[in-house]
């Protein structure tokens, strides 16, 4: 069983997926970490924002995810790439057609051996599984998804304006959804769920429901 959750930053779909795939006893998969380690690669080593180059520095990028975890050929990356400016970098890079090839394949392998997988990114169920068994595509007003933002940067003890968190949540998007390679739209059978007014409980309930009327 493949479920394939893409939707846009901020729109729950991480918390969510993770909580699925720990109720189901499934393997989670987090395809926007894999473009994050590469976006911390990237800014560590000074790599010029170039495809050519940056498919290059990818022959010495080893990455590999354990549950929640992610390693950075061996280094516990799972913090440090959970920054705004990664998540920025990250979405310039995924821009490129090479890089989200060597990606994807990537992605694919963790899945053929896993039994059942939740995916989770903006392309999974267009591009990477377009087979999967169940697609959700998930949404929330930007308004909503920045305050979202601003809640969970103060938890970590940092104040950013409202104001310039959703100026970057509307920079996301544009940048996300307009893009020519392989960009974050719903399919014709997706599921779409708007969580402005949702929580998460019930999101996860209402997933479920769906994945026991398919088992
Ligand atoms: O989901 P997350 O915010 O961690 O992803 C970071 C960025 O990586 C996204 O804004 C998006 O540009 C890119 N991404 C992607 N395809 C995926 C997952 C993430 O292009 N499957």
Do not use: C, P, W
């Given at each position: 069983m493949i479920i394939a959750?893409?939707?846009?930053?901020?729109?729950g779909k991480s918390t969510?997926?993770?909580?699925?795939?720990?109720?189901?006893?499934?393997?989670?998969?987090d395809t926007g970490a894999m473009?994050?380690?590469?976006?911390l690669y990237v800014l560590r080593n000074h790599i010029p924002l170039e495809e050519p180059a940056i498919?290059?520095?990818?022959?010495?990028?080893?990455?590999?995810?354990?549950?929640?975890?992610v390693y950075l050929n061996s280094e516990d990356v799972s913090d440090l790439i959970r920054t705004e400016e990664i998540g920025?970098?990250?979405?310039?890079?995924?821009r490129?057609?090479?890089?989200?090839?060597?990606l994807v394949n990537l992605q694919r392998e963790i899945g053929k051996k896993a039994k059942n997988v939740v995916i989770e990114g903006r392309d999974t169920a267009t591009v990477v599984f377009p087979d999967a068994d169940?697609?959700?595509f998930m949404t929330a007003s930007q308004q909503v998804r920045a305050k979202r933002r601003v809640e969970q940067l103060k938890q970590k003890g940092f104040n950013v304006p409202y104001e310039h968190i959703l100026q970057k949540v509307i920079e996301r998007d544009k940048l996300d959804m307009e893009r020519k390679e392989s960009p974050l739209r719903p399919t014709e059978e997706s599921i779409i769920i708007d969580t402005t007014d949702k929580t998460i409980d019930e999101v996860i309930d209402f997933i479920i429901e769906i994945v026991k009327k398919k088992e």
């Open positions: 959750i893409d939707g846009h930053a901020g729109s969510i997926a993770k909580l699925l795939a720990k109720k189901l006893g499934y393997t989670y998969v473009y994050r380690t590469v976006a498919v290059k520095a990818m022959e010495n990028i080893d990455i590999y995810l354990e549950d929640e975890k920025h970098l990250a979405s310039q890079i995924a490129f057609k090479e890089v989200r090839k060597i169940i697609k959700i």
